[in-house]
């Protein structure tokens, strides 16, 4: 899990389809995209997940679910991602056997701690600084607490909030793997200008391991 | 499917514990348990479902989720109930094998149509009258829509909405196989006895073919 991860979300795609955006930002190179539903029914839920899945199954992209193993399960997608309130880890491992991505939001140093001993294949550092998007997290683990964790866990890291082009390389930098955003897409004017910008920042910092041995 | 079918509202059970209003239901002869959360996380609902299991197993009565075929599936429960927007019938079947109890909320007749070409093993007939528990309802189908679902229907009816001891016989009389209730239990001063006299007028009533013939 290296690169940008998209996490959906339909209220701020202002108006225009979600597909449509997720498309913009495969072309652009994102890595991952997370489908978030907050309000949505079931059967909306999974008309979204089969209809993301095509557009990335063709370009080799993961498609993730937020917090409904069920949805996973029947879009056939590659995987969950846990919030502490959802499914237990094991319960889901279970369920979508062992090749399923599954992913796992840390918002404090008990959740980092507890998940060492989890086979999940990535965790969700959240969030990395305060943010509209989502109010119901723990406070900002701020880019020094990104560093710690990365010193601590065995997990890839997937850092989220308040992310952007401007301060994605110094997650990098700091010990993430991957930049997870919201708005940054979503909402952008230009989805797939936006993408490619973050994904450029994103791989350029990936791709420097004598600078990210500086700042580390 | 017959007998008193009870569905869970917590907001409804006054302060009390869920667990122990199923657990006097129980103990007064009802048939199933419909566990409904509505704003519940995943993780709340698996925990309420996992705590009611044992006293449902014990009994032989099954254990039905709302909605959700992953709660369903994490707490090896006996089956789901669906409503028109939540898993397609289908979907949930592949899910949950043969074995499962699937029932399907029919609010229209077209759902009703609709129904007769899937192996659902009840319909839930909702609502038959009008009642605050539930706001998001079609028009209410009243005894004589209930007796023209019969007629047509190849499937188990399950009726809900408005139910008490004063119209329970009535709805067995119009072709009901279950009365499903909400606070008319969850809500009761003493929920032991009023689930009692649910329970006696419903098998009184199932017991009575003469009656049944006579009113129908």
Redesign the interface.
């Known amino acids: 899990m290296k690169g940008v991860y998209l996490v959906t979300d339909r209220p701020l795609c202002l108006g225009r389809a979600l597909t449509s955006i997720v498309a913009e930002a495969v072309r652009a190179g994102i890595a991952c995209v997370q489908l978030r539903e907050k309000t949505a029914?079931?059967?909306?839920f999974?008309d979204q997940a089969l209809a993301l899945k095509p557009i990335l199954a063709s370009a080799g992209i993961p498609l993730i679910i937020n917090?409904?193993?069920?949805?996973a399960?029947?879009a056939d997608a590659d995987g969950v991602h846990l919030g502490?309130?959802?499914?237990?880890y094991d319960?889901a491992r279970r369920?979508l056997g062992p090749d399923a991505i599954i992913g796992l939001s840390v918002e404090t140093w008990e959740d980092v701690s507890a998940a060492q001993d989890l086979d999940v294949d990535y965790l969700g550092v959240s969030p990395i600084f305060v943010t509209p998007t989502k109010t119901d997290t723990g406070s900002p683990w701020g880019l020094d607490g990104l560093a710690e964790i990365r010193a601590y866990s065995r997990h890839a890291l997937v850092a989220i909030g308040g992310l952007n082009k401007d301060n994605a390389a110094d997650i990098i930098r700091a010990g993430g793997d991957a930049v997870a955003v919201v708005s940054a897409i979503c909402s952008a004017d230009d989805p797939f200008t936006a993408a490619r910008n973050l994904v450029h920042c994103v791989e350029s910092a990936l791709d420097s391991p004598a600078d990210k041995e500086t700042h580390s």
């Open positions: 029914s079931t059967r909306e999974l917090d409904r193993v069920d949805i399960l029947a502490q309130t959802d499914m237990p319960t369920m």
